[in-house]
Each structure stands twice: as structure tokens, then as C-alpha cells.
């Protein structure tokens, strides 16, 4: 009516406002059933060209990820279209709101396309048809590169298209708050928005690393190679038994740093372009298994239980052990405050497990500098025993890994639980900005 210059007044249009809502909330619970619903004769498979190439760049060589992508997209800019711009001034935060709603649904579908699902209780009751399934490491990583794409830079730019806006200084991410001015009217509803739609990335994120730590810590057969036997039995060792008497990480530890360099060699291939997110995946996987051993009942249960004998050499292992877990991140470029935090956390609980037994850790360890190194040499051990290795594939209990080989560790660097530097990173060394390494947070 506005459109035919018959102005409504506030009294109308707020009188009219409910039942505007229920039309779109209508039209976005149809496109809910469509989406979950997944019917292949919905003309919503239908390919917009505009969104082709940056789906397809995220998964080239699976194309029912894209075609989900796509139809998702297409569900979007079905919604927008029918939307004048009035409806945008008077409802656009609305609409925000219901956009992110709809995202987080899909994100929910995607998380039922991982392997293992049914370890999570919390979407078990999910429903609707899995059109694929993100097995390998290559497909998972393709999965969450799809689905950054579609928020920060998708999304936003179909949004500013709506209005004929041109995108800011060429961003096509459209960070900006005017690149979408005509759905907020306050800088706080644009945060709001972007809030949620980092809330439901976040939970893909957390369930890719959820699901793929469990794999690390748990065998097949369901036990966990995380075990507090480790720190009770010097059962640590050496992983390739080279017969010397030079400190190593425990066997899990030594693990855990070949699957990370592995995903970090698949992720530079699949994630190309998006550092960032890769960087953000590194530190949470790490930060995960830190978090898991800091809260295991089972675990913590054992090591401080009266009736088993702990040694000096269990408590300098497991200090080798958190030591070495942080030079990874330092050494990977992905400095994180929260893998420091859980680990001065971890070794505190530790030393007072065994100082409650009469072992004082000052006088019967060595040096934190020693750690330090151990932590280092260990690496650089690591890194020139896998190179040499005709392997890359990751097994059970023996992995493989290719890379660079880390230079001698410098005696004049600083401690690893004090301050924290980056000299290499092993998931994209030839980046410049690892001259100048930073704390991370993986949720940051």
C-alpha cells in the first residue's frame, strides 16, 4: 500500500505486525521442511550460477556437499526475493534473526553427515535423510570450509544484493555493518546477527573436534590410549625404539602430533585460503585433548589413588608430556592461551598428587628449562624421523608423517609455559605473519 502512496500510520503498523510475522515465520518454516526434508524433485535443487564457484571450490570433487550448499543458497534467495523493501525496513531484523535460525538448522544437518554421530546424545533424536557422509579427513575439513563460506561470505553478500548495495572496498566477506543496512538499523542487531551465526559455526566446529579427538583417544576396541599407566609404569618409552636413553613424549603424545601434522598437510590442500579457520581447528583439536585429560575422572582417579606407588619418573613424563603438547602448538604456528592454561592447570593437580605422596618435585626433577628442550629435541626427533619415512598413512598405532625438518632448538629461547614463540609452523611454513607469533584462542 505504502508503494501506491496510502501511508500507515504507527497505530496500523503495529496492529498489522503480528500477523506480517506469522507470514514470515510461515514462509521460514516451509523452507525449514525443505531444507531438513531433502526432497531431490523440490525445485530448490535447482543451481543458482552465483553461488557455483565458491562452493565448488570448497568441495571440487563432492558434489552432493555442494549441492547442499547450493540448495540451502537457493533456499536464501528464495526468502529474499519475495521481500520488498519496505518489508526490509520494518522487519529486517526480523529476518535476520530468522536467517541465522535457518543456518543453524542446516549446520545441524551438517554435523548428521560426520562419521560417529551416534557418540552424541545431543543429536541423536536428529532427523531428516543424510545425503552424504563426511568420512575422511579431506571431506570433514571440505564440510566446515563450505559452511564458513556460506556465513562470512554468502550469506552477507545475497543479504547486500537484495538491496542493489555494492559490497564495501571490494569486501566480499561484507564485514561491514552498512553492507547489510537495509535488514539493521543499529551496529548492535548486526552484531547480534553475526553472534549467532559464529554460535552454530562454533558447533560444527566443536563436533568435528569432538568426534575427531575421541578417535584419537579411544581404539577400536574402546580403550583409551590416554592412560594414567603411562605415569605409573614408565610404559612413555620411545615410539621408534632407537635404543637411546634421550627423554621422549609418551607413545599417545608422539600420536597425537602425527595426526595433527597429518590434518595440517590435508587442511593446507582443503582449506586453501582460509589460514584462519585453519589455525582456529589446530588450536581447538589441541585445546580438546588437554581439556580431555584435565577433566577424566578415570584418569585423575588412578593417579591420585592412595593405594598405587607413583615415582619421580611418572611425574617428569607427564611433564614432558604437557610440555610437549605446548611446543606443538608454539611450533605450529597456533600459540594458544588456552592450551597454556589447561596445562599449568594439569601440572599443578600433578604435583600435588605427588608431593601428597613425599616426592618433592624440586629436588627430584630437573630444570623447567630441561622440559623445554626435551619438549623441542622431541620435535625436531619427530620431524626427522617422519621425513625419512616412505609412509604417509595413519594407522592404529603406528603413524607416519612428511614435512620440513625443524632446525636444532636455540638454548637461549624462552620457556614454553612463560612466553610463548612461533618459529615454524608445520601447517603452512611459508606464511609470513608466523614472524610474529601471538597467543590464539581457538574460539577467537
Request: aromatic fraction near 8%.
Amino acid at each position: 500500500m505504502e508503494s501506491q502512496g496510502l501511508k500507515l500510520c504507527k497505530l496500523l503498523l503495529v496492529l498489522l505486525r503480528p500477523y506480517i510475522e506469522e507470514v514470515l515465520e510461515l514462509n521460514f518454516r516451509r523452507a525449514r521442511r525443505v531444507l531438513l526434508g531433502m526432497d531431490e524433485n523440490d525445485e530448490s535443487s535447482l543451481v543458482l550460477p552465483c553461488f557455483l564457484p565458491l562452493l565448488s571450490a570448497c568441495a571440487p570433487a563432492d558434489s552432493s556437499l555442494v549441492e547442499s550448499g547450493m540448495r540451502f543458497m537457493y533456499i536464501i534467495n528464495g526468502i529474499l526475493e519475495q521481500l520488498t523493501p519496505l518489508g526490509i525496513s520494518h522487519f529486517g531484523a526480523s529476518i535476520l534473526t530468522r536467517v541465522s535460525q535457518l543456518f543453524d538448522k542446516y549446520v545441524d544437518d551438517l554435523i548428521k553427515s560426520f562419521s560417529g554421530i551416534s557418540e552424541d546424545d545431543t543429536l541423536a533424536e536428529m532427523k531428516g535423510a543424510v545425503l552424504f557422509r563426511a568420512e575422511t579427513d579431506a571431506e570433514q575439513l571440505a564440510l566446515l570450509g563450505m559452511a564458513y563460506t556460506i556465513a562470512d561470505e554468502l550469506l552477507p553478500e545475497a543479504m547486500t544484493k537484495k538491496k542493489g548495495n555494492k559490497v564495501v572496498n571490494g569486501d566480499r566477506s561484507c564485514g561491514a555493518t552498512e553492507s547489510l543496512s537495509p535488514f539493521v538499523s543499529t551496529t548492535i542487531e548486526y552484531k547480534e546477527w553475526k553472534r549467532q551465526i559464529q554460535h552454530s559455526l562454533d558447533k560444527l566446529k566443536d563436533h568435528f573436534c569432538r568426534q575427531y579427538v575421541l578417535a584419537f583417544i579411544y581404539s577400536r576396541d574402546g580403550k583409551t590410549r590416554l592412560d594414567a599407566q603411562i605415569y605409573l609404569t614408565g610404559a612413555g618409552g620411545d615410539l621408534y625404539g632407537d635404543g637411546d636413553s634421550e627423554a621422549m613424549p609418551s607413545l599417545p603424545f608422539q600420536a597425537l602430533f602425527a595426526k595433527l601434522k597429518q590434518l595440517a598437510t590435508v587442511a593446507g590442500d582443503v582449506l586453501l585460503g582460509k589460514e584462519k579457520l585453519q589455525k582456529i581447528l589446530l588450536a581447538r583439536l589441541t585445546e580438546t585433548v588437554v581439556m580431555w585429560l584435565s577433566d577424566d575422572q578415570e584418569f585423575w582417579g588412578t593417579i591420585e589413588d592412595d593405594s598405587i606407588a607413583l615415582q619421580p619418573l611418572g611425574l617428569q613424563q607427564l611433564f614432558i608430556d604437557m610440555h610437549f603438547t605446548v611446543e606443538i602448538a608454539r611450533f605450529a604456528g597456533y600459540p594458544s592461551r588456552t592450551v597454556h592454561q589447561l596445562v599449568s592447570a594439569i601440572i599443578a593437580r600433578a604435583i600435588a598428587c605427588f608431593s601428597a605422596r613425599g616426592i618433592d618435585p624440586q629436588s627430584a626433577l630437573p630444570e623447567d628449562e630441561w622440559f623445554v628442550q626435551t619438549a623441542k629435541k622431541s620435535i625436531n626427533k619427530l620431524m626427522i624421523i617422519t621425513s625419512e619415512s616412505e609412509s604417509s598413512e595413519i594407522e592404529e598405532d603406528h603413524i607416519f608423517i612428511h614435512n620440513e625438518i625443524l632446525s636444532e632448538p636455540d638454548d637461549s629461547s624462552p620457556s614454553s609455559l612463560s612466553t610463548l614463540s612461533v618459529t615454524e609452523s608445520f601447517y603452512s611454513a611459508e606464511n609470513g605473519d608466523m614472524d610474529n607469533p601471538v597467543y590464539s584462542d581457538a574460539e577467537s
